[in-house]
């Protein structure tokens, strides 16, 4: 019992960083049709930012100033990167996603060559770093920390897109974003925050990771992107509750797997990801194919 | 002027000028300093050159489902890994011999190309690019971590030695292994040409056109697709092997995301769908990411101040930003530049001129 108690919470937190990557990648996807390869980097550059800060700035004010730098940085690269290379390829779709790949190699090499390619490690204040008594279990308090994370952004986005004149247009644009502009609204600010928010999650993703790793490395965003791709093939581009639901199957799949046998966790994704798609007939955005 | 012009377009005319000159590349001693480190002829610098012309293969490859068929796959390196890893567990762990472990690494990596292309190319476009992108890392961490004593995991492997022949053992005969490199590329650039020439290569260039319009005409896409990826799968899972006797054992690093990408970077960098670009791109990549690193360690750069020197000093820094300024500003890639046409525009209007 205490195993299964162990292994979901672990579950759990995981699927909350595949989510927090993922539904950034989900809503660019399905807004803009960007399959954003630097997504990955973003997620590394919060890591670093946090890091850095957190390394200045000990205890919990550091814990705090690195999630609110990561956040920061995240959405900065983010925004830098929608309107520097996003925004002057308009129109040229496959090129969109061509610069993000060029970024999503340059970007970690970058990190790599400020912060060295050892992974550097990540002290975490006391109170975090301890472990919760659950019937018996004893869960890493880090794991809560990232799943109330990852639940209140789950809430604030479903708020944000079902409640907010901005989420409107977010949701109108994914559904169809020729009649938005037909309709006299500009949907390249849609974009510009659309990016912006997505890099804020994947930089505070990137921090959690660091707390959750206690390390942070160079090639830490990129094993994310991987897992997060799934997450929205499964999840359906442009959906949060879909996003939400597949990071919580494919983290629970991956750490019972590797319970079972190590490395079986990553095969096992794979191998649900496949079974997924031989059983649906549809497409990413959960139209009939 | 004009006839040397007209003889130069003959397309076979030129390929048979620029491989030929390629083959009797060994025999030459001149050397170009600041190129490369010694003569021609010195097995460093054909060791080098062999890469190239692999990675001038793989790409050719890779271009056959990106730059002809429009399908842009981010699995090509399960493929490059199964012909090398395929080849080395049956040499050093069954103890076959190498060509029957070749051509067993060849028929594995096919099957399992129709198996995975089967499944993925289900869904269409980018959806097509993440599932891909799944499947590789899936491979990746099974060569990494699935079973240590029959990969070697992070290490890689070395090819058992007495399962080379004699030809293509030692430092001697790196000029035999170039020449194998060189045949492979050859291998690649025709079968691809040919198939670009034949009808199913058409459907295949109609499909990177408009996919809609060929479902429209009768035809089913999903086909031609699955054609294009398995020859390619066959392609690259042969370049696994060369490239595996040229580095004389398996690395891990062609199961990365990194390496596929990096077979994306070297055809949109030579000009994607065009006729030589990607041989010039795989040739320039395969060049700068062997010297890059050499150039590293330069006394140039490391003069440099910190801030410009560490940047500086990541190949993959380099290509990824040369490869964001090659997409912004020269689309056609390298080729693209001097005029090269797409293979499409080829057919279109340029036969008849």
Known sequence: MTTVILLTATGLGLAALYFLVASGLSLIFGLMDVLNFAHGAFVSVGGYVGWTVADHLSGTIGLFGALLAGIAAGAAIAAGTELAVIRPLYGRPLDQVLATVGLGLAIPALLQAIWGADSRTWLVPGWLAGTVDIAGARVPSVRFLLIGIAVALLVGLRLLLGRTRAGLIVRAGVEDRAMVTALGIDVRRANSAVFALGGAAAGLAGVLYGLYQGSVSPGDGTSLLIFAFVVVVLGGAGSITGTALAAVAVGLVQQYADYASASLGDESVVILLAAVLLLRRRNLQGRPA | ?353
């Open chain 2, 1 to 353: 002027m004009s006839r040397v012009a007209k003889l130069w377009r003959t397309h076979w005319l030129r390929a048979l000028i620029v491989f030929a000159l390629l083959y009797f590349l060994p025999y030459s001693t001149l050397s170009i300093p600041g190129v490369f480190d010694g003569p021609l002829d010195a097995p460093g610098v054909l060791q080098l050159l062999a890469v190239c012309l692999v990675f001038a293969g793989l790409a050719i490859s890779y271009d056959l489902l990106f730059g002809h068929t429009g399908v842009m796959s981010f699995g090509h390196g399960i493929f490059v890994t199964g012909g090398m890893y395929v080849t080395t567990i049956l040499v050093n762990h069954a103890g076959y011999a190498l060509l029957p472990s070749a051509a067993i690494a060849l028929v594995v990596s096919l099957a399992a190309s129709l198996i995975l292309g089967g499944v993925a190319l289900r869904v269409g476009g980018i959806g097509f690019a993440m599932v891909t992108l799944a499947f590789g890392q899936a491979v990746s961490i099974l060569v990494i971590s699935g079973s240590p004593q029959l990969t070697g995991g992070e290490q890689g492997q070395t090819l058992n030695g007495s399962a080379v022949p004699a030809a293509l053992d030692g430092v001697r005969n790196t000029a035999n292994l170039y020449w194998i490199a060189l045949a492979y590329l050859v291998v690649c650039a025709l079968a691809v040409w040919g198939l670009a020439a034949s009808t199913p290569g058409r459907v295949m260039r109609a499909i990177h056109e408009n996919e809609r319009r060929v479902e429209v005409l009768g035809l089913n896409p999903y086909l031609f697709k699955l054609l294009a990826f398995a020859l390619a799968a066959v392609l690259a899972a042969g370049g696994g092997i060369i490239y595996l006797l040229l580095l004389g054992g398996a690395t891990p690093s062609v199961s990365t995301s990194n390496f596929t990408l990096s077979l994306l970077v070297m055809v949109v960098l030579g000009g994607a769908g065009r006729r030589w670009g990607a041989i010039v791109g795989g040739l320039v990549y395969g060049y700068a990411s062997q010297s890059l690193t050499r150039l590293s360690g330069a006394s140039a750069i490391s003069g440099l101040p910190g801030v410009l020197r560490g940047p500086l000093q990541q190949p993959l820094f380099l290509l990824g930003a040369a490869f964001v300024l090659i997409v912004f500003f020269a689309p056609g890639g390298l080729a693209g530049r001097f005029g090269a046409k797409t293979i499409t525009d080829e057919y279109r209007g340029g036969l008849r001129s």
